[in-house]
């Protein structure tokens, strides 16, 4: 059964590439930098990704935490209860 693009068995002609546009380079764009440039590089990259992100504000900072706080105390006091109950129902079972 053959798809939209073709089949498994019999690959697509622009695939393959002549033999004459395989050149054998060693490791590519990276073989031409030290490791301390790669690092460099690397470190630019961060510093570039983190001027991105937008920050949350104080304010929302101190609502996000609120809500965290708030949510994992409930979530506590439920599993609690659910431990005190279980606890309970497992010594009227087994005595």
Same mark, same amino acid.
């Given at each position: 059964?053959?798809?939209?693009?073709?089949?498994?068995?019999?690959?697509?002609?622009?695939?393959?590439?002549?033999?004459?546009?395989?050149?054998?380079?060693?490791?590519?764009?990276? +073989?031409?930098?030290?490791?301390?440039?790669?690092?460099?590089?690397?470190?630019?990259?961060?510093?570039?990704?983190?001027?991105?992100?937008?920050?949350?504000?104080?304010?929302?900072?101190?609502?996000?935490?609120?809500?965290?706080?708030?949510?994992?105390?409930?979530?506590?006091?439920?599993?609690?209860?659910?431990?005190?109950?279980?606890?309970?129902? +497992?010594?009227?079972?087994?005595?």
């Amino acid at each position: 059964m053959a798809d939209a693009v073709g089949s498994i068995d019999m690959p697509d002609a622009q695939d393959e590439a002549p033999e004459s546009d395989k050149k054998t380079r060693k490791g590519g764009k990276r +073989a031409k930098k030290g490791p301390l440039k790669r690092l460099a590089v690397f470190y630019r990259q961060i510093v570039a990704e983190l001027r991105k992100v937008v920050w949350p504000t104080r304010n929302q900072l101190t609502t996000y935490t609120s809500v965290v706080i708030v949510f994992v105390i409930v979530m506590i006091g439920l599993v609690t209860v659910i431990d005190f109950g279980l606890n309970k129902a +497992a010594k009227y079972v087994f005595g």
